[in-house]
């Protein structure tokens, strides 16, 4: 399994940045891809996540409304569209990806930083300046 997330880098606040990861090695049918992220002296956060097949899609409240995840599967791609970004939103971003517990009858108990994943991209960086 490879995870190769495309480069971030800076951005002005109130802008936008479309990330990009690039997957192989499994089946998009099977496996779960999220985003997280961490913050210079913060743990590390889940932000969104589509279920296997693009059957569903889940946010955290704290990115619901700026940032759409997405999927392409014929480009085995999952990408994280960020709008309005805050300097908050300073981070190192990752994708991870592994089959997750996603429940499609009860949409609002599938946090994303709840799941937990064996595969992970090395990460870019997005640094937003005010």
């Known amino acids: 399994v490879q995870l190769v997330e495309s480069r971030g880098g800076p951005v002005q606040a109130g802008g936008s940045v479309r990330l990009s990861c690039r997957a192989s090695g499994f089946s998009f049918a099977d496996y779960a891809i999220g985003w997280f992220r961490q913050a210079p002296g913060k743990e590390r956060e889940g932000l969104a996540c589509?279920?296997?097949?693009?059957?569903?899609?889940y946010y955290e409240d704290t990115v619901k409304g700026r940032f759409t995840i997405s999927a392409d599967s014929a480009k085995s791609t999952v990408y994280l569209q960020m709008n309005d970004l805050k300097a908050d939103d300073t981070a190192v971003y990752y994708c991870?990806?592994?089959?997750?517990?996603?429940?499609?009858?009860?949409?609002?108990?599938?946090?994303?930083?709840?799941?937990?994943?064996?595969?992970w991209g090395q990460g870019t960086r997005v640094s937003v300046s005010a």
């Open positions: 991870p990806a592994d089959v997750v517990p996603i429940d499609p009858y009860s949409p609002t108990s599938n946090s994303p930083r709840r799941f937990h994943y064996a595969y």
């Open positions: 589509v279920a296997a097949g693009d059957s569903g899609r």
